[in-house]
């Protein structure tokens, strides 16, 4: 009687401790879980809070790329344009020197009446000179101040020539270089000409003033 008492006491005292360690086993098990469930709350805390920051940052490098990236680009629009003006104004410059090299090989109207003007005044002024003097102050005169002219033209020609081709800036994507510099190399080629032939023509090179002869005296008295 008393030993199965006893045992049922033991079997009893077993049944609670093992309860007691079920119990303790939970306990920790659960303390372990809010332990876990808090940290994990904690790290996606930090996570949000660092979260807009970190967009934060890589918004204001987007937008800072961004920026750069326009100002690049205006930067291209406006060198574009200014090349394209700068283009413009080559081309009509090279044009315009063509026209003045060409002009001082066929002479221009301010060429025409400088030697009118200066015809007139050898005419005034020899009337009592010498027949030389005469035909210089009429022919010689007028005919070298055609050639100043002309030699003036021309060298504005180089000059303006020689500007275009030094300053010409030719635009990306645009088959402008190739006649701007053309009609450049063109209007140098001109104005040289008539650098030289307006020289020539100063000096006499190309014809000599017409000469009166002289007559002898007895060829003088013979004609009586």
């Known amino acids: 009687m008393d030993t ?3 045992d049922n006491s033991n079997k009893t005292a077993e049944r609670d401790a093992a309860e007691a360690v079920a119990r303790g086993n939970l306990a920790s098990e659960a303390a372990t879980d809010d332990a876990v469930t808090e ?3 904690d790290t996606a805390d930090v996570r949000v809070e660092s979260a807009p920051e970190a967009l934060t940052g890589d918004g204001e490098a987007l937008d800072e790329d961004v920026r750069e990236d326009d100002d690049a680009a205006d930067a291209d629009v406006a060198a574009a344009a200014e090349r394209s003006a700068s283009g413009l104004l080559c081309g009509a410059a090279a044009v315009a ?3 003045l090299g060409l002009a001082s090989l066929t002479g221009t109207w301010v060429s025409t009446v400088m030697s009118a003007r200066q015809q007139l005044i050898g ?4 009337q009592s000179s010498s027949p030389a003097n005469q035909i210089a102050a009429i022919y010689g005169d007028p005919w070298h101040t055609t050639a100043l002219v002309n030699g003036v033209f021309a060298l504005i020609a180089v000059v303006v020539a020689v500007a275009v081709l030094l300053w010409h800036k030719p635009v990306s994507g645009r088959g402008d270089a190739a006649w701007v510099k053309a009609v450049a190399w063109g209007a140098v080629a001109l104005g040289v000409i008539g650098l030289l032939i307006a020289g020539a ?3 006499n090179l190309f014809a000599s003033l017409p000469s ?3 007559t002898a005296p007895g060829a003088a008295g013979s004609t009586g």
């Open 39 to 41: 940290k994990t709350a």
């Open 201 to 203: 023509v100063e000096v």
């Open 97 to 99: 020197a063509a026209g």
């Open 123 to 126: 005419q005034i002024e020899s």
């Open 212 to 214: 009166v002869p002289t």
């Open 4 to 6: 199965t008492r006893t």
